[in-house]
């Protein structure tokens, strides 16, 4: 019996510590959040290539998951373009491409949004640090309520929030003259040996303005069936 209590108390006693140790993390992330966001967001919006290169790529992965279904594809925005990852051909990548080109041009703005955006973490690390900190003021005790309380304010106003910040901040869906230069094949990035050969391959879209002169990655990997080595003719420009 006295084994049992002890073993008891050892176990709340752990558990206590856990949660005590989560409770402090969250709030130090909480307080990094609030700390590094806005930088993040100020550089955003000074980066207008970015914006829009983030905007189309969303809208590529939205017009692909019209045509095909829900998937599991992932996209990273850079200053050059934008990166797909998830399994897809170049082919239909181009062709998506141009679609969301042509789209977001004829006002479709809601392309340019997408719920499985890296915004929609970014807005509940924010809600959930400025709930955290708040109740914190509120019940003045450092306890796991607030963490609760984070944790639901974030997952109720995060969702909610990313649109926002997507519209007004990480996406811009006036392109302009932005265009499609190219669309290339990238071997995964990896040291696996026969998993790295049986991977699917990210496809990398480069954009460009009028005038702008591009040159081929050699790291691409030519696509299957090329009229050419290393180009398919796709409209307007080339796929590698």
């Known amino acids: 019996m006295i084994f049992l209590l002890i073993f008891g108390l050892v176990v709340f006693a752990g558990l206590a510590l856990l949660v005590l140790l989560a409770t402090a993390g969250v709030t130090a992330a909480a307080l990094v959040t609030l700390a590094s966001a806005p930088a993040q967001l ?3 919006l000074r980066d207008r290539r970015l914006r829009r290169n983030h905007a189309l790529e969303h809208a590529t992965i939205n017009v692909i998951e ?11 925005a850079n200053a050059e373009g934008f990166v797909i990852r998830g399994g897809v051909s170049p082919e239909v990548v181009a062709e998506a491409a141009s679609e969301a080109l042509e789209r977001l041009r004829a006002g479709e703005r809601r392309l340019a ?3 499985r955006c890296g915004a929609t973490l970014l ?6 640090a400025v709930a955290i900190l708040v109740a914190l003021l509120v019940f003045d005790a450092f306890s796991l309520l607030p963490l609760l309380v984070g944790v639901a304010a974030a997952a109720l106003l995060g969702p909610r929030l990313s649109p926002l910040l997507q519209r007004w901040v990480t996406t811009d869906a006036d392109l302009g003259t932005l265009g499609v230069a190219s669309v290339e094949v990238r071997p995964p990035a990896s040291g696996l040996g026969l998993v790295s050969w049986l991977m ?13 002169q591009g040159t081929a990655d050699p790291g691409a990997r030519a ?5 050419e080595p290393w180009e ?3 409209r307007d420009y080339r796929i590698r």
């Open 123 to 128: 807005a509940a690390q924010l809600v959930l």
């Open 223 to 227: 696509v299957p069936g090329a009229a």
């Open 42 to 44: 100020r550089a955003l």
């Open 200 to 212: 699917l391959s990210p496809v990398s879209v480069r954009t460009g303005e009028p005038g702008e």
């Open 232 to 234: 398919l003719s796709a």
């Open 66 to 76: 019209e045509r095909f279904g829900p998937s599991r594809l992932s996209g990273q």
């Open 113 to 115: 949004l997408h719920p």
